[in-house]
């Protein structure tokens, strides 16, 4: 049974679900992707990540020097 994707990735085939997180000056939407090899992956991982924001936690500390961790 084939597996239903709506994305490809370096010939790799993912489950993608997009969720607007904001608006930018302009009033175009802000968008974040989350990829998972099935719905329900890439499903948890957007519940994960909302719920993140919910709880005050900054989302982006993956991409952050140390320097700026240790601002924080």
Request: aromatic content about 8%; proline content about 0%.
């Amino acid at each position: 049974m084939a597996k239903k994707t709506n994305s490809s990735i370096n010939g790799n085939e993912y489950f993608r679900i997009r969720v607007v997180i904001g608006k930018t000056e302009d009033g175009k939407d802000i968008l974040k992707n989350f990829y998972g090899k099935s719905k329900k992956e890439a499903e948890q991982k957007k519940l994960e990540y909302l719920s993140d924001i919910d709880k005050g936690l900054d989302i982006d500390y993956k991409e952050m020097i140390l320097i700026d961790l240790m601002r924080l």
